[in-house]
């Protein structure tokens, strides 16, 4: 990390950094805290929920091309995509926290208000996403910073993911029990604003560095140059399967709600705080346990980071991606037979196992965090000097698509996979006496209320938050194999290339002034 403080002030790391963190909180409370919110607060269906999930990517197909173009295509004194940056930091406060309104429509009525608010989000979000993506490669022009500077930021990024997925739940817990829609709001606000207010003080701490002079160019054209780079492709397919390695973290706050209901005696401890204190609080079971459950991962992901300049003097970014595959494929596996067969995770021995083995299930996720953006800024490169032309937009628009459509088709078959197996939380709520009381003793023995066998859906949620995520791990490795790219010769000609740019603009420069001192002559 020493390196980058050589090359790059620290005033331009930390700003960059604040990108990553504003990002990453902003959507963590959405990957966190949405679904609960909408089946076990707002009254939706799992269907309907994967429904309002998946029906807003169909504007995605139009709104992430279209906010690629016109990326592509702007080109003012502050760079190409900083200028997002400074525009749609507070709007995004404000759609974030709209999607957890306490409205109170019938079903129908709040499931209509649930897809707008979330197309309202996602194009607020999307306005700033895709510039921030496209920043990398303009900012940092060299591949190894680059790799370091990236590794750095989402370090500080990470914390960013972390804080909503610990905290959330027990600050919207501050409202109590009868009151969850106003907390769940309250807790929106709060982080949405602790995300986008560093997001808009970042602008003012770095600079574009890769001068894009301006060109008439349509998003198609584009399309046709990507599409013909197979490393492009390649790095596409892998990114669409990537997007499942962490998707079943949508179901922590269902395991910590159901699947360790009565672990931890909530209404015993709130009196004891009462009593000892005198203070009166209503705690929540996912308030108390999603911060615990998620030390181990947090702590991994931002080890993970940290530690791939480290892998890469090693190896070369494809090896790697390949290597916490499987690493992460079985850490997965394990992690399920675990918890259902040998420590229970329904007990509090179980919990404290599956902490532990979440610092190594998450470990891939925060690797390839950083190899995705490495990667997919190589590619960037590598088009420009083979066309002249610099595609940012058009690439992580692209990306950003793909990432999301993988999203909402893995999210609607989670979510019903799990509805089709009998989860209702009113019928839930009543089984557990209001969550006082597990909602099964065993994880291998049938507990069966109405027709439903709780112990089956509980171990199909325990799943998808596990094993599944091995699934992504294995079909995001088959595309890399295909993947060709020599890292050494590239930065060898990356190197002369920009040197030979530089010196033609300079010259272009020169060729100006002199016209313009000749002309006034």
Same mark, same amino acid.
């Given at each position: 990390?020493?390196?980058?403080?050589?090359?790059?002030?620290? &005033?331009?790391?930390?700003? !960059?950094?604040?990108?990553?963190?504003?990002?990453?909180?902003?959507?963590?409370?959405?990957?966190?805290?949405?679904?609960?919110?909408?089946?076990?607060?707002?009254?939706?269906?799992?269907?309907?929920?994967?429904?309002?999930?998946?029906?807003?990517?169909?504007?995605?197909?139009?709104?992430?091309?279209?906010?690629?173009?016109?990326? =592509?295509?702007?080109?003012?004194?502050?760079?190409?995509?900083?200028?997002?940056?400074?525009?749609?930091?507070?709007?995004?406060?404000?759609?974030?926290?709209?999607?957890?309104?306490?409205?109170?429509?019938?079903?129908?009525?709040?499931?209509?208000?649930?897809? /707008?608010?979330?197309?309202?989000?996602?194009?607020?979000?999307?306005?700033?996403?895709?510039? @921030?993506?496209?920043?990398?490669?303009? $900012?940092?022009?060299?591949?190894?910073?680059?790799?370091?500077?990236?590794?750095?930021?989402?370090?500080?990024?990470?914390?960013?993911?972390?804080?909503?997925?610990?905290? !959330?739940?027990?600050?919207?817990?501050?409202?109590? &029990?009868?009151?969850?829609?106003?907390?769940? !709001?309250?807790?929106?606000?709060?982080?949405?604003?602790?995300?986008?207010?560093?997001?808009?003080?970042?602008?003012?701490?770095?600079?574009?560095?890769?001068?894009?002079?301006?060109?008439?160019?349509?998003?198609?054209?584009?399309?046709?140059?990507? !599409?013909?780079?197979?490393?492009?492709?390649?790095?596409?397919?892998?990114?669409?399967?990537?997007?499942?390695?962490?998707?079943?973290?949508?179901?922590? +706050?269902?395991?910590?709600?159901?699947?360790?209901?009565?672990?931890?005696?909530?209404?015993?401890?709130?009196?004891?705080? *009462?009593?000892?204190?005198?203070?009166?609080?209503?705690?929540?079971?996912?308030?108390?346990?999603?911060?615990?459950?998620?030390?181990?991962?947090?702590?991994?992901?931002?080890?993970?980071?940290?530690?791939?300049?480290?892998?890469?003097?090693?190896?070369?970014?494809?090896?790697?991606? %390949?290597?916490?595959?499987?690493?992460? %494929?079985?850490?997965?596996?394990?992690?399920?037979?675990?918890?259902?067969?040998?420590?229970?995770?329904?007990? /509090?021995?179980?919990?404290?196992?599956?902490?532990?083995?979440?610092? #190594?299930?998450?470990?891939?996720?925060?690797?390839?965090?950083?190899?995705?953006?490495?990667?997919?800024?190589? $590619?960037?490169?590598?088009?420009?000097?083979?066309?002249? *032309?610099?595609?940012?937009?058009?690439?992580?628009?692209?990306?950003?698509?793909?990432?999301? %459509?993988? %999203?909402?088709?893995?999210? /609607?078959?989670?979510?019903?996979?799990?509805?089709? #197996?009998?989860?209702?939380? =009113?019928?839930?709520? *009543?089984?557990?006496?209001?969550?006082?009381? +597990?909602?099964?003793?065993?994880?291998?023995?049938?507990?069966?209320?109405?027709?439903?066998?709780?112990?089956?859906?509980?171990?199909?949620?325990?799943?998808?938050?596990?094993?599944?995520?091995?699934?992504?791990?294995?079909?995001?490795?088959?595309?890399?194999? #295909? @993947?060709?790219?020599?890292?050494?010769?590239?930065?060898?000609?990356?190197?002369?290339?920009?040197?030979?740019?530089?010196?033609?603009?300079?010259?272009?420069?020169?060729?100006?002034?002199?016209?313009?001192?000749?002309?006034? *002559?």
């Amino acid at each position: 990390m020493k390196n980058i403080f050589k090359n790059k002030t620290a &005033r331009e790391i930390m700003a !960059f950094s604040l990108l990553p963190f504003g990002m990453s909180t902003i959507y963590g409370i959405m990957s966190t805290a949405l679904n609960l919110y909408l089946t076990d607060v707002l009254g939706l269906s799992l269907a309907m929920t994967g429904v309002v999930l998946s029906a807003t990517k169909v504007w995605d197909a139009i709104n992430d091309p279209m906010m690629g173009m016109i990326v =592509d295509k702007t080109h003012t004194k502050m760079g190409k995509c900083r200028p997002y940056i400074f525009w749609m930091s507070f709007p995004v406060i404000i759609v974030t926290a709209l999607l957890f309104a306490p409205v109170n429509f019938s079903q129908k009525g709040n499931f209509i208000y649930a897809i /707008v608010a979330y197309l309202l989000y996602y194009t607020i979000y999307t306005a700033l996403d895709i510039p @921030y993506q496209g920043l990398t490669p303009l $900012v940092f022009p060299e591949d190894k910073k680059r790799v370091k500077a990236i590794s750095f930021s989402n370090i500080i990024g990470s914390l960013g993911s972390v804080l909503p997925s610990i905290l !959330f739940f027990t600050v919207a817990g501050l409202w109590g &029990r009868e009151h969850q829609k106003e907390g769940y !709001f309250g807790a929106a606000l709060i982080f949405a604003a602790l995300g986008g207010i560093p997001m808009f003080f970042s602008a003012f701490g770095f600079k574009e560095k890769v001068y894009i002079p301006p060109k008439k160019e349509k998003y198609i054209d584009g399309l046709k140059i990507v !599409f013909k780079d197979k490393k492009f492709v390649c790095l596409t397919i892998a990114a669409f399967f990537s997007a499942i390695v962490n998707m079943g973290a949508m179901f922590l +706050p269902y395991f910590a709600k159901w699947n360790c209901a009565g672990v931890i005696p909530i209404d015993d401890l709130c009196a004891w705080i *009462k009593n000892t204190f005198g203070i009166s609080i209503q705690l929540t079971s996912e308030g108390l346990l999603i911060p615990l459950l998620q030390i181990g991962s947090g702590l991994s992901y931002m080890l993970s980071m940290a530690l791939v300049p480290v892998f890469l003097k090693k190896m070369d970014k494809k090896t790697l991606w %390949i290597g916490v595959s499987i690493f992460g %494929i079985i850490a997965d596996v394990l992690c399920f037979v675990i918890g259902v067969w040998i420590i229970p995770y329904n007990t /509090v021995a179980g919990a404290v196992t599956y902490t532990i083995m979440r610092f #190594f299930t998450n470990f891939p996720v925060g690797v390839m965090t950083v190899l995705l953006v490495a990667m997919f800024s190589d $590619v960037v490169d590598d088009i420009e000097m083979r066309t002249g *032309k610099r595609l940012e937009g058009t690439v992580f628009s692209f990306r950003s698509l793909v990432n999301k %459509i993988a %999203i909402a088709v893995f999210n /609607v078959l989670m979510l019903d996979i799990v509805d089709k #197996f009998g989860y209702n939380a =009113d019928t839930m709520t *009543k089984i557990t006496d209001n969550l006082s009381r +597990p909602l099964i003793e065993s994880t291998t023995q049938a507990a069966i209320y109405g027709g439903i066998n709780y112990t089956t859906l509980l171990n199909v949620i325990f799943f998808m938050l596990t094993a599944f995520g091995a699934i992504g791990l294995l079909l995001q490795s088959i595309p890399m194999l #295909f @993947y060709k790219f020599d890292e050494k010769a590239q930065a060898d000609k990356l190197k002369a290339f920009r040197e030979e740019k530089q010196k033609r603009e300079i010259e272009e420069l020169n060729a100006i002034a002199a016209g313009a001192a000749s002309s006034e *002559k």
